[in-house]
Nanobody, 115 residues
Framework: QVHLVESGGGLVQPGGSLRVSCAASGSIFSINVMGWYRQAPGKQREFVAWITAGGSTNYADSVRGRFTISRDTAENTVYLQMNSLKPEDTAVYYC?????????WGQGTLVTISS
């Protein structure tokens, strides 16, 4: 019903910045909250950030102050601006959309922080 496509992943040096994007299509009016999760190699998927239709945001403690989630409603796109990146930020980043019927997930985009 809701289709999500992430983009913008890549290789970044420690201390660098990167912005990943999530484009939503389908029944976009059913989306109440959108967010980002990540899964590092050999670890459980974890919450990163979310944003509501009204613009309220929340962040995991590990990224607060370094990452910023934002949205462009005209383009049906959510962004995650990542600054001061650390090697431990290396993960596949997944976009999530919460609706009244359940969660939709994107395919993920790989972010690698390495010198």
């Amino acid at each position: 019903q809701v289709h999500l496509v992430e983009s913008g992943g890549g290789l970044v040096q420690p201390g660098g910045s990167l912005r990943v994007s999530c484009a939503a299509s389908g029944s976009i009016f059913s989306i109440n909250v959108m967010g980002w999760y990540r899964q590092a190699p050999g670890k459980q998927r974890e919450f990163v950030a979310w944003i509501t239709a009204g613009g309220s945001t929340n962040y995991a403690d590990s990224v607060r102050g370094r990452f910023t989630i934002s949205r462009d409603t005209a383009e049906n796109t959510v962004y995650l601006q990542m600054n001061s990146l650390k090697p431990e930020d290396t993960a596949v980043y997944y976009c999530n959309a919460r609706t009244g019927y359940g969660d939709a997930w994107g395919q993920g985009t790989l972010v690698t922080i390495s010198s």
